[in-house]
């Protein structure tokens, strides 16, 4: 099988899928703009070959390379890169080789928030009422529909780039005076807890891997005001976060692919409310998280759905795994060296994170796991503590 991956030493930790393709004898054939000799050594081992593009938005560059690993090795069998960013690429390659997976077609379902609102009611999944607005006109009229505070978001976008929540009329009018000129959805602003399903399908479909996630806020609220984040696994998934989940993943017919589904959870009455769905792994560092929670290698199950279309790991979540982010702005009560004097034992995971990341969550992060959940949430609020 030869299997071209796409940026495969970004995020980082994404080399482990390329590694653990070659394992199952897979040839992992990379592209990306990074020089050769810069790529971690276990990742330069794990693939057949590499071709270094001057630009990866260049996409005459990248088919170039592709054509180039058809002449040397076959016929490719996979495209991948798991990344959002890369999606359309991933997509059009997919269609220039005649390969199998998401196709350009699709990808408006999946990356047009107001294209997946119609999929989540099809689905009959609950979604935040509004809508595209183009003008203030529009705007004025949503507002009207569904009262303020309004959520302003991108219709295509990345996590809470560009997201803003308006409180008024003049916050409205303001917005459109300084909006970039894209497509934006204006939504009722939803007051509750912030949850997500997370998991990985099969070539026929089926989900074969789930975990769910609990944030301590918002993402937009954490970058809009630069403020910390934490999140942790569940040991035991809702039965509702677990039904509407896979009635959206069974809405876009995702295959050989990871999810990451996130819905709010209303303060006002317990209702589940869907924000969005991405045909990705979740972001930061919580393919490990599944890893640590579970006691398996999310990467090698990956690679063997893609090899042999089987998940073999069992997610009996024996523990609750914590991800919490410092800011270098601020100014923390516990240096590291009290964090782990206190808590190394829990704690199987910490660095510095990539500054892509660090607005939502931080510039350096720590994992901490345990059969209790207060106590990797004792951990998260130790770390997160500020000076007073």
């Known amino acids: 099988m030869n299997f071209v991956f796409v940026s495969p030493h970004f995020p980082p930790n994404y080399l482990w899928f390329c590694v653990e393709l070659r394992r199952l004898g897979v040839d ?19 693939l057949s070959e590499y071709y270094r593009v001057g630009d990866l938005h260049d ?76 003008d203030l ?15 302003a978001k991108p219709d295509v976008g990345v996590g809470a780039a560009g997201t803003l929540r308006l409180g008024d009329d003049r916050e409205l009018a303001a917005f459109f005076d300084r909006r970039q000129p894209v ?41 809009n005001s630069d403020d910390d984040l934490f999140y942790y696994s569940l040991r035991e998934i809702p039965a509702d976060v677990e039904a509407m989940g896979r009635r959206a993943v069974s809405a876009f017919d995702l295959r050989e692919r990871f999810f990451h589904f996130e819905l709010f959870r209303t303060s006002a009455d317990g209702r589940l409310v869907a924000l969005e769905l991405n045909a990705r792994p979740p ?14 290698d999310v990467y090698h199950e990956w690679a063997n759905v893609v090899v042999q279309n089987r998940f073999t790991a069992p997610d009996a979540r024996p523990f609750h795994c914590c991800y919490a982010g410092r800011k270098r702005s601020k100014r923390y009560a516990h240096a ?3 964090i782990f004097s206190r808590f190394g034992r829990l704690i199987p995971h910490h660095g510095a994170i990539d500054s892509a990341f660090r607005a939502a969550i931080g510039d350096y992060g720590y994992l901490a796991r345990s059969p209790a959940l207060a106590e990797v ?12």
Not at 71 to 94: F, M, P, Y
Not at 283 to 296: K, P, Q, S, V
Request: one cysteine or more.
């Open 59 to 134: 996409y005459e560059q990248v088919l170039r390379a592709c054509g180039h690993f058809t002449h040397r090795h076959g016929k490719i069998d996979r495209v991948e890169s798991h990344n959002e960013h890369w999606l359309a690429t991933d997509a059009r390659l997919r269609a220039d080789f005649n390969v199998p997976g998401l196709r350009e077609a699709e990808l408006a379902d999946i990356q047009r928030k107001s294209r997946m609102k119609e999929r989540f009611r099809i689905a009959g999944v609950p979604v935040a009422r509004g809508g595209i607005a183009r």
């Open 183 to 223: 497509d934006y959805m204006l939504e009722e602003f939803v007051a509750g807890s912030l949850l997500s399903f997370d998991g990985v399908t099969d070539q026929d479909g089926r989900i074969v891997f789930e975990m769910s996630h609990v944030f301590s806020r918002g993402i937009m609220e954490v970058v």
């Open 137 to 151: 006109e529009e705007g004025r009229r949503i507002a009207e529909e569904v009262g303020y505070p309004l959520v």
């Open 283 to 296: 972001g930061g560092w919580t393919t490990d998280m599944f890893n640590y929670a579970n006691d398996i």
């Open 377 to 388: 949430l004792e951990v998260a609020a130790f770390i997160q503590e500020q000076e007073r």
């Open 28 to 46: 992992v054939l990379g592209i990306a703009d990074a020089a050769h000799e810069g790529l971690r050594p276990v990742l330069r081992q794990s």
């Open 336 to 338: 590291h060296d009290e």
